[in-house]
């Protein structure tokens, strides 16, 4: 009976567990489609760097989002041209942070090469990261990677 009642309230805490992190998902997931809907202040930016000879074209497209000074949204479009051996191929990538108080809560990322296109959603909370959905064992460690690129790149914007 005793074993019984042990695995029933580890079920117990497991599924709130679980519950709270898909609340906190979802919560996240409202936020971002509210920046995504909003009016707020728009700036955009691009970057051309043409390297022949390296067989390399990239055309960058930088665009935020911005209410007062809290920062909403960044997005880094990436459209990238390689050319080697008479073979050229291309590729878009884009990462895009989304920001609550000025505190990252999630980031999405893509990368797209001919038909094959890769799509990575990582959320935070509180300063960490909370789910992810890039199942890698180089995971967790992009997580901090944009964690940390978010933090550094908000001292930058935001003074």
Do not use: C
Request: charged share 30%.
């Amino acid at each position: 009976m005793k074993t019984h009642t042990f695995f029933i309230i580890v079920f117990l805490m497991i599924t709130k567990s679980y519950s709270q992190e898909t609340s906190k998902i979802k919560d996240i997931d409202v936020i971002v489609n509210t920046i995504n809907q909003s009016n707020y202040q728009i700036t955009r930016d691009t970057i051309i760097l043409d390297k022949p000879e390296y067989g390399l074209k990239t055309k960058t497209y930088l665009t935020m989002k911005v209410d007062k000074n809290q920062l909403k949204k960044y997005e880094n479009l990436v459209y990238t041209t390689m050319s080697l051996d008479g073979n050229s191929r291309e590729m878009t990538t884009s990462t895009t942070f989304y920001y609550n108080e000025n505190k990252l809560i999630k980031v999405e990322e893509y990368m797209m090469e001919g038909s094959n296109k890769k799509v990575m959603d990582w959320y935070y909370f509180e300063d960490k990261p909370l789910y992810y959905t890039l199942k890698s064992e180089k995971a967790e460690g992009r997580a901090k990677l944009l964690l940390s690129m978010s933090e550094a790149m908000l001292k930058q914007i935001i003074k």
